[in-house]
């Protein structure tokens, strides 16, 4: 680590283990870029059909979409508030199919994927949307992607009448990954537990499909060489089962199986009178599935078809359920048709849940505005965290306690194979909302209109809990100059079997100022190393740079740069009006008003080329705080007119400061100065010159016999602006003080007039 001996840098770094702090997390569904792809809705011939995207931001940021290998458009986030942008089902799907057409092949969609681009974290939601079949997804960012999913789906309507399959889609972020499938189920292209392998490109996307009546891709086993984005979901399904119209459109945006946990709490979906539906997917051979404390099922391996590596559970009471294992495994929550317990204002969506592994004491979400105007959260914590927890307006201080919203119902799970005692709440809003609480927090947010509804996860962590990584990232800072700092991040241990890899480098904009950071490429849970820069967005003002680094495991090390800028005073530079062919001197004085000093590097004239000249400087001139250095500069002209330049003082860190210098060249002194100089004859002197504008002129000249005095200042023009008169002064060596603090910076003229004679002395003021 290097610190500058020339400018003041404190670095100061906290590592942590595991640290959840909301919007700023990196494991979550809070990033700066998203991959995905939307599987097909059913496409109606009229209504309504689009792809929404819901943004949300505590900070107003620019955000890119692409789509189809396009650019499609930029828009600007409100600050704790949430913009939409929409794009039409041709441009948000790859391909678009009714109710009845054929189940399309397997196959590679080259560059298709949606991709989002953010200038700072966005939390970012998504409404594939016609008539009357929607969803909505809780996108994850890069910093969230894994290498292992499985997938939850739902059964297959096929026949004469309707064809609706369930269907995947994976999306590649990075070129040459390789990912290896098996299918539970037959699909166009590949028999049922078939193993097959494919290659996708950055923005690639592969779909498949389940074929024939009760064909259900619920437990496909995807695997890939480098972090990839899944979502699934259905064309259109009846849930529990094709009994209960009127399907809907399900799809989710998966978490890796690396993220998964042992233990989730489910509260029951508001206005129903029954039960939900429930399937629960092993991350581990041999899991053991518990609910309410009560063994159900053991699944003896990752992926596979029901019975084997997932079951449903379809609940009839309206009850908290808390889902255990002895190893990894996920649960998702599927909301019933209406006509399952004749419940107006809800349809068929499904929602990964939360494991109490993954639970935050911050959350950071929006509703999905006007589309919705009933929107539900349940929200599930430990004793402490719904005892605490307190909600609030985004980017407000209006804090209120959760339990004590209206229309909150609250609900104790009785059963709990940990010692933490859970407990939920259910309530309506809309809004972007923060939530702040002393224990931990998950849950779900959902609406619903008649035979319309989307449900999604708050907010998820996703930190790697299939290894125990407890060592935070190391950060090497090479520190020459604030202005500009580079450093080299490397995750820990060495050993490769428990770390995790990096997983972010972010700038908490809430705690810096005065900086940027700029991170090269690196692939998130894949890179051990990466490297970054801070820079000044004004290196002539004191910033500070607050830098979050993280790991997969969600070990963060905080590093705290406070930048002193140096400080200059450079006052400009006008000689007024010089004779032709006549050169005249002068001095810039360079002040350093800073706490460090300055190493000056350069003096040099912008243009070089009218009239100015530097003195020769060699070597560095070093300028401590409250100490100042003198520039010689001069200037002389052949042809008469006005002549300006820029004077450039370079510091080591390549920091400029620019004033300008001016002059005016004139033919005859008689034009201006002839006035002032005409039968000068008394010698005096000047000093200080140059003089500071808060400083006093000492006025020295001789006399051999006592006599009356006028001092007079003459600007560059010759007009008289300053004038003492009646001095009466006796024979020797004269001194007279003269203040200039009413004259800005510039070049003057000072007569003496006394009964021997007339002198005259030019001087500068500078600020």
């Known amino acids: 680590m290097k610190h500058s001996k020339f400018f003041a840098l404190f670095l100061t770094t906290l590592s942590l283990f595991a640290l959840p702090d909301g919007m700023a997390h990196a494991q979550s569904n809070v990033g700066r870029e998203f991959y995905l792809a939307f599987p097909a809705n059913w496409e109606f011939p009229a209504g309504e059909k689009y792809i929404r995207l819901y943004i949300a931001s505590e900070v107003e940021t620019r955000v890119d979409i692409y789509a189809l290998g396009q650019f499609r458009r930029s828009v600007k986030t409100k600050p704790n508030d949430i913009v939409t942008s929409d794009l039409s089902n041709l441009e948000g799907q790859i391909f678009v199919r009714d109710d009845k057409t054929p189940v399309p092949d397997d196959q590679i969609y080259r560059n298709q994927a949606v991709r989002v681009v953010a200038e700072d974290p966005i939390i970012l939601y998504a409404m594939n949307r016609t008539s009357y079949t929607s969803d909505g997804l809780l996108a994850l960012p890069l910093n969230a992607l894994g290498k292992e999913y499985v997938v939850p789906s739902a059964t297959s309507v096929g026949g004469a009448t309707q ?49 024939g009546n009760g064909g259900d891709l619920t437990g496909a086993h995807i695997v890939a060489s480098r972090p990839i ?25 998966l978490t890796p199986v690396t993220s998964w946990g042992r233990v989730y709490n489910a509260l029951p979906l508001a206005n129903r009178t029954k039960g939900d539906t429930y399937r629960i997917l092993a991350g581990e051979p041999d899991a053991d599935i518990l609910i309410n404390g009560v ?81 539900f959260f349940a929200v599930v914590g430990d004793s402490l965290g719904i005892a605490t927890a307190e909600i609030a307006k985004a980017g407000t201080s209006d804090w209120k ?73 190391a950060v090497e800072w090479d520190i020459e100059c604030g202005n500009f700092i580079t450093a ?74 406070d930048y002193d800028s140096p400080d200059l005073a450079i006052a400009s530079q006008d000689f007024g009006m010089v004779p032709l062919n006549e050169q005249r001197d002068s001095l810039v004085i360079v002040e350093n008003r800073g706490s460090q000093p300055v ?9 070089g080329s009218s009239g100015f000249k530097v003195g020769q400087i060699t070597g560095t001139i070093v300028v401590q705080p409250s100490g100042e250095f003198s520039l010689p500069i001069s200037f002389s002209s052949d042809r008469p007119g006005r002549s300006t330049d820029t004077l450039v003082v370079e510091d080591s860190c390549g920091i400029t400061w620019k004033v300008p210098v001016r002059a005016e060249a004139v033919d005859t002194l008689n034009s201006v100065e002839g006035t002032v100089w005409d039968h000068a004859s008394l010698n005096l002197s000047i000093v200080p010159n140059p003089v500071s504008s808060s400083s006093q002129l000492t006025i020295a000249f001789q006399l051999r016999s006592r006599s009356s005095v006028t001092i007079q200042i003459f600007n560059d023009r010759g007009e008289l602006i300053g004038e003492r008169e009646g001095i009466v002064a006796e024979p020797g060596e004269r001194k007279e003080l003269f203040e200039v603090h009413e004259f800005p910076s510039g070049m003057y003229y000072l007569t003496v007039q006394t009964e021997e004679g007339k002198g005259v002395q030019p001087f500068t003021i500078v600020r």
């Open 163 to 211: 064809n609706l399959p369930s269907q995947y889609m994976i999306t590649a972020p990075y070129d040459n990954t390789t990912v290896t499938i098996t299918n539970p189920m037959n699909t166009p292209n590949h028999r049922e537990g078939e193993t097959f392998t494919i290659t996708l490109n950055q923005g690639d996307v592969f779909s498949a499909m389940s074929v």
């Open 401 to 473: 306690k959760l339990l004590a919203l209206s229309a909150t119902v609250s609900y104790t799970f009785p059963t709990s194979p940990t010692e933490t005692q859970y407990a939920g709440l259910v309530f309506s809003s809309i809004g972007t909302f923060q939530v702040r609480s002393e224990g931990k927090l998950g849950g779900i947010m959902y609406a619903g209109n008649s035979f319309d509804s989307y449900g999604f996860p708050i907010a998820l962590l996703v930190e790697n809990r299939a290894i125990v990584d407890t060592v935070p990232p």
């Open 488 to 561: 080299t991040v490397r995750d820990m241990p060495d050993d490769p079997a428990p770390r995790s890899n990096l997983s972010t480098i972010w700038l908490d904009y809430s705690a810096s100022s005065n900086y940027r950071l700029l991170v090269d490429p690196f692939i998130p849970n894949e890179s051990r190393t990466a490297t970054f820069r801070l820079e000044a967005i004004n290196p002539r003002e004191d910033g500070r740079a607050v830098v979050q680094i993280r790991d997969w495991s969600g070990n963060v090390v905080f590093d705290t740069i």
């Open 295 to 375: 063994k159900v099922a053991t699944l003896s391996r990752v992926g596979g078809p029901q019975g084997v590596g997932w079951i449903e559970y379809r609940e009839d009471a309206r009850r908290p359920l808390t889902f255990s294992s002895n190893k990894l495994i996920q649960v998702v929550q599927y909301s019933n048709g209406q006509q399952y317990d004749n419940a107006s204002g809800s349809d068929p969506f499904y929602t990964i849940l939360t494991p109490v592994e993954q639970y935050q004491s911050n959350l950071f979400f929006s509703t999905l505005g006007i589309d919705f105007p009933q929107n």
């Open 599 to 607: 190493r000056l590097t350069r003096f040099s004239l912008l243009s």
């Open 229 to 253: 984005a899944v979502t699934a979901g259905h064309h259109c399904t009846y849930i529990p089962d094709f009994q209960y119209p009127a399907c809907d459109h399900l799809t989710e945006m």
